[in-house]
């Protein structure tokens, strides 16, 4: 899996969240949860998606590294080695 | 056991006189039932083997010798009462209503009715208005009675023993276009319950519910429709009353539509119960409207080409069915 | 004893009337053999002295209620046999359009109130037609025919009790033939008879040999003129026979031939073109004439009923709710 | 030269079984004269011949079941010579195999009626289980009661469904297609906002607080609660559970005020005509704040009966079906009180209007680290602004107090609850 291909899911995932939202026009370092308006139970269920499609296992102290797009793609990156 | 080849009226026939040889409490009462062997000779040669005793020729007086037969039954006796068609049975509904199906219940239970009433029915010979009607519905609305419609060799052979060994008023309707139908009997088949209904055709497309006369009519549409690749399961009712919703509402469950056929008129008619049953019981199951086809809205002409266009017809049902089916 | 004005003109009309119904009943059976005629058929040879001999003392004004074996009582009250043939072969053309068939004829103009197919069922209508005509004043009265199979019915005993009750004006005429379809009259009344059970309603009765047109005749005039007077309903016990079976379809098993043939030794047609030629009041080509006449009737009968058109199924619906009630 | 043919002697006869010829060929005949003897199911019935002549040839012997209208003879008319003797007669038609139903009478050919049988309408009444899917502009969607179950269930919009059913209507096997379609669909074709009307919500949510505002006498109760035990346990307990199993403190907060209410049981139920009538169970409000705007409370049954666990799987199904439309209108009319909370983002406190015909609302304000005094020393806490809105015509300040004293004391043991 390249960086691309996960960074596409890592969009997908907030896109379910928040299916109104213009993934284009966020920015990568930006806190997530300001942008797009995500609440504790949101950003549970994004953390839910991703441990379930990618098999990677999150925990809540983890939970600070990926409030960014590139924090999590970063933090993704390193937990599969990839 | 070879299968043996007989008719409807035969049937009838032989169920009588088993009934009447094996229970000395049963006799049979009834207009021309004896000496003139019965309006549609079901009972002919009865009178001659069993005696004036236990055929019982009435004078033309229906309200009188039905209310006979339910004090007969009251005082321990099992009568079998022909009305000779369901259009006479108008003068004993009284009888019928006000006594037979509410002295059980109103006599907080001292006295049962055992009796059983059976009553040719349906149009389709041209016997104009008064002699046309198909009343089963009716029946069907009253507590405390049970209604059969045998429309098979073997129901018309062996229901009668079941009704008789029934605590309660039994009323037969036998469409009198089935006399002379003619097959194989079962031989396997022993006895038959009156309760349940039964699925004649599978098919998993449509459900076609119906009773009585109805049935073969409703099986040459199933046929018809076959040809369109639609495959119509058909259910026989057999029993009015009490209904057997769930062998209906488990079809519809796996067809999603449903066409009842009734020769009864629309409104207020069994099959409107039977309709709003599945509306109650099976709502989120249907994909379509419920279908009915039913005779029309008028006194039964005696012309035939009126009476055939006022009845239901093998054309119509399918019609009604594929209108439901939509594009296949 | 009212006497019948027996000239040679009414004898003539007497005798052609009843042949009239007997030709019209064997074509009947013929074509109904030939699935020409279909549903139920009860044929009326052996009564016709009874239509006939009651018809005379009839005036236009008054009803007629009859039962399912109703030819008879049709053509002598003047329907003609085009319209009942027409009827019976389910055209149009028939007096009810096809829809009623041989058991139920109507016809409004000559007030005939139709057959009815359940027995008994005739007489409260007859009862109600009779109030309605003395309420308006009409002066007319109501002839109810009926068998005897029909006073096992409970609405004998409640048609008869209200009619002199209020002193209705119903000529109550019971076509005695013996059987009540398979039950002879022994074995279905405790009362065998039937005359006898007016008078627990207190209503005038007698009974009449129906197998002659001029007796029965007398009767009728004896119980319309005491109907006319205000006296309330009359009943008339006409004694007769049926020579054909119950309906088409039964074996006759209920009765023996010979009694069959012995009654049409003394039939009503036999008995009264008997009479005349012995008594030199009726000639042989008067006889010749009438069969012509009644053949040629018949014959035109059955071509108006072949060329007849059926209903359109588009009218099925039409006339189960009346716009208005006709004038 | 004529037939004499097997009469029809009733409605329902067939066939006839010849029983005797009372005549001989050669015999003369008039119109009248009974010829034979025909047997049926209802007896022997003598037969007439209804033309004069002489009788030719028998064609049918006794003992012979034929159909009615089948040549039995063949009668000379007076006078006609005897005929050669012709072809031997071809048999009598065989007669027809008994066919295992009855002969329908054969009917004329009747055209299906032009009028096509009357289909009863589908009866209109609005489906009982599952909100009304009006499609924008309020057109009522012709939908069959399956499809519309199984949209439900794949919380699928209705409103841009073409049906192929009757008339239009949107059939089963139309859902089935487009929940296919849907799944296929590149990422990018995301389904908007799904399920309410906003503006519909708008309404309904006005409607409701300007009647609470107007009706009911609210009196307010704040609290300040410590929660630092309850995050600590709260911690240990999400560092051994996976993802789908964690725990938020949005669950302790519903089983806490679940439990006391149980203590305070005037405050859990519905003011009703003029009278309090209390709640079957204790079923929490959940106030859900709407993607895009607008509010709703759909309801967590028996929430004192539920564990920790069922709680948090309860509110993340209830967020879920909330956002895609799929609640139950049963879930949304039966919570007996409400609890709101604005969660990380929201204000420090937070004091709710009571959505009538409750008669409370428990409000959870954000989660903040305060000064706290410790045993007379000052100390650091997370702590969150807990108050209560209640209506006064069904309890009084002093029971309200007790609620929030409860909540924070079980708020004090996070193991327990």
Redesign the interface.
Known sequence: MTEAELR?IVL?TL?DI???ADLAALPPGKDL??EL?I???DF??F??AL??KLGV????SDYPQLVTLDGAVAYLRNKLGI | MTPVRITYRECCRQAIREAILTDPRVFLMGEDVGRYGGCYAVTKGLLEELGEDRIRDTPLSESAFVGAGIGAAMAGMRPIVEIMTCNFSLLALDQILNNAATIPHMSGGQFAVPLVIRMATGAGRQLAAQHSHSLEGWYAHIPGIKVLAPATLEDARHMLKAALADPNPVLIFEHMVLYNMEGELDPTIEAVDIASAKVRRRGQDITLVTYGGSLFKTLDAAAALAQDGIEAEVIDLRSLRPLDVATVVASVAKTRRVVIVDEGWKSGSISAEIGMRIVEEAFFELDAPIGRVCSAEVPMPYAAHLEQAALPQPATIAAAARSLVGPA | MTKVHLDHAHNLHLLKEMIRIRRFEEKCFELYQAQKIRGFLHLYDGEEAVSVGIMQALAPQDAVVATYREHGQAIARGIPMTALMAEMYGRREGCCRGRGGSMHIFDRERRFYGGNAIVGGGLPLAVGVALGDRMQERGSLTACFFGEGAVDEGEFHESLNLANLWRLPVLFACENNLYAMGMRLERAEAEPDIHKKAECYRIPSEVVDGMDVVAVEAAARRAVDSIRAGNGPYFLECRTYRFRAHSMFDAQLYRPKDEIEEWKRKGPIVRFQGWLSENALLHADELERIEVEVAAEVDAAVAFAESGTPEPVEELERFVLMDAVPA | MSAFVMPSLGADMEAGTLVEWLKRPGDRVERGDVVAVVDTQKGAIEIEIFEAGVLDRILVQPGEKVPVGTAMATLRSNGAAQEPEPAPPQPPPEAPPEPERPPPEPPPEVPPPEVPPEITPPPEQPPVEVPEPEAKGGVRVRISPAARRRAAALSLDLARLRGTGPEGAVTLADIEAAAVARVSAPPSGRAPGVGFDPAAMRRAIAAAMARSKREIPHYYLTQTVDLRRALTWLEAANRDRPPTERLLPAALFVKATARALRKVPELNGFWEKDAFRPGAGIHIGWAIALRGGGLIAPAIHDADRKSLAELMAALRDLVQRARTGGLKSSELTDPTITVTSLGERGAETVIGIIYPPQVAIVGFGRIVEHPWAVDGALAVRPVVSLSLAADHRASDGHRGGLLLAEIERLLQKPEAL
């Open positions: 596409q997908d896109g928040a299916p109104e949860r300001e308006d609440d504790s139970m549970l269920n953390v839910i441990h379930e296992d999150i925990p809540e």
